[in-house]
């Protein structure tokens, strides 16, 4: 008899009980002709810039950083991602880390000190809570989108600073957050605001820029108390992630932030391919629309509303039929995906698809299709 063995066997027996076993074998693309369960939201996994940018910092700096970026892993390929990412988001500077995750585990325990309270949206990332859970701070979750439960929680607040946490578009519901709203608050009320761009960078602005940028964030008073985290895995097609705002806070997480201080830096051949991809989203404005017209398109099809992004989401009446819906997609030759609890902040699981920029007219009019019929099938779904 093992206790602990025979634990996990039986917290495996539940999950498949009801539908939530995961998985994490090779995906085998036979028949799949159209793929709208990733997150290349702009489709440049596989563009030339890409892998071209990938192969260039390969030859230049190796199959690996090395070592930590404070030891030897600082190459000249993060130095220029940085600058160039910052200059595209508007951003004093940038610092560069191994996983969004570890981008936001470090923005939220380096500001999230003793004597701070973070309010932190209800439907935020699990990335953001986590390093939430790490920090010292007092965590306050607020009501999704709920401006005034955040200048309650600020009004009423005993700690002399306050982080505000959200993210500029969510990733399960498509919706955006008020951010000028917000920062006024964090004005109002001597406050930072930590947002996440996971889900904006490369989809939201005319120059697919985020969300931050185009509302205005950063022209005027309060624009030194905005906080930007980002991921470079799904517009920027490659790996990583990054904090940007002012020098004084990159500095700051280069010298305290325990998730890149003792982490190897990110490989260059990913930061490479990020690099490409961002000057392949600047010489190529249209692409963020073109991305948002298909997610348009998709949501239409399947009677939900217009997301902020390029995800779109269908609620289904379970775990088992939104698998159900998976497989009859896969069958004709569309790979999509769904949200299953504790995916979903509200329990309720959803097809996933996402929109991309890649897709031809053809392409998307088949997807069209098939997610029609797809969801006609289950009549519970709503």
Excluded: W
């Excluded at 596989?46 to 390969?58: E, I, K, M, S, T």
């Amino acid at each position: 008899m093992n206790q602990y063995l025979d634990a996990l066997d039986a917290a495996a027996k539940r999950r498949t009980e009801r539908d939530l076993i995961r998985t994490a074998e090779a995906d085998q693309l036979d028949g799949v002709r159209i793929d709208l369960a990733g997150n290349d939201y702009l489709g440049l996994r596989r563009h030339p810039a890409v892998l071209d940018g990938a192969q260039r910092a390969l030859d230049e700096a190796g199959g690996g950083a090395g070592a930590s970026r404070l030891v030897t892993g600082t190459h000249a390929v993060h130095t220029t991602l940085e600058a160039e990412l910052a200059a595209h988001m508007g951003h004093e500077s940038a610092l560069v880390f191994s996983t969004g995750y570890h981008a936001n585990l470090s923005a939220m325990t380096v500001l999230g000190t003793a004597d701070t309270l973070v309010i932190s949206d209800a439907h935020n990332h699990a990335s953001l809570i986590d390093g939430m859970r790490l920090a010292k701070a007092r965590v306050a979750v607020t009501p999704h989108l709920d401006v005034d439960a955040v200048r309650r929680a600020l009004a009423e607040r005993t700690e002399p600073r306050a982080v505000i946490v959200v993210e500029s578009i969510f990733s399960v519901l498509g919706d955006a957050a008020d951010l000028p709203a917000l920062l006024a608050l964090a004005v109002e009320h001597d406050a930072l605001l930590v947002v996440d761009e996971a889900h904006g960078l490369g989809v939201a602005g005319d120059r697919g820029e985020g969300l931050v940028r185009p509302s205005g964030l950063l022209d005027g008073e309060g624009a030194d108390r905005v906080v930007v985290t980002v991921t470079l895995s799904k517009s920027l097609a490659s790996q990583g992630g990054a904090v940007l705002g002012p020098r004084s806070l990159r500095e700051h997480l280069l010298n305290t932030a325990r998730p890149f201080i003792f982490d190897t830096g990110l490989a260059p051949a990913s930061a490479g391919a990020a690099l490409g991809a961002l000057r392949h989203l600047v010489a190529h404005p249209e692409l963020p629309g073109r991305t948002l017209a298909a997610a348009a398109a998709i949501a239409d099809t399947l009677g939900v509303e217009p997301s902020a992004g390029a995800v779109l989401s269908k609620p289904m009446p379970s775990p088992a039929e939104a698998l159900a819906a998976v497989d009859a997609a896969r069958a004709q030759g569309l790979r999509i995906g769904c949200f299953r609890p504790p995916s979903t902040p509200d329990g309720i699981s959803r097809l996933r698809v996402t929109a991309t920029a890649g897709l031809t007219d053809a392409e998307l009019d088949d997807a069209r299709r098939i997610l029609g019929a797809v969801a006609s099938t289950f009549e519970g779904a709503r």
